[in-house]
């Protein structure tokens, strides 16, 4: 982590590295995928990934500001690991007057879908509600392959999703609502070897 004045970014957008102070931090990632914070809050939120031998973990963890030192602490942890993990997208929201958190998680191996985000013991291809303070998650919304894009806006929650080749989504995203993936898409495999579309095109019957 770096903080660095805003002034001090040249006309060009170039900014001098003697001029960017380093934060130390407790974290041990293998890659952050977000990070969030506004000028009201005094933490910071981070979405990453951790590593156990070749499988991924999706983690979710808070700091309080500080330009010393930042240690954070976990709120979230998927409960099993896998081969790829993408999305990790984190926005405020409050959901039946309980301040929380959204975070997208993606299930995506490209040609090779798997059944994980129709599935209820799983978190992946989901966005979850994480109560932060109880450290609660419920699924806010099921059937995403890989959502690299939210924005909240009071009760509006849009989200955009990579799909397989020709299949990018934007959605809005509605509490409960399943958005299809693996079984709809009006997208096709990346690989030329397949030839018929293997996904419904119907999004309006699940």
Known sequence: FYIFDKSLINENDQLNLENVKNIKSNLNVSRILDSFTTEKEDKIYVSYITKDENCYYLNLSSAKKNLNRLVFDLIF?????????????????????????LLTTSDTIPDKPTNNSQKNDSFFGKILFIDEKKKDVKVFSLGHRNPQGLLVDNQLILSTEHGPRGGDEINKIILGKNYGWPISSYGTFYSNEVIENPFEENHYSL
Request: glycine fraction near 12%.
């Open 77 to 101: 942890k998927t409960n099993k690991c896998t081969k790829q993990i993408l999305g990790g997208r984190i926005q405020r929201y409050e959901l039946d007057n309980i301040k929380g958190l």
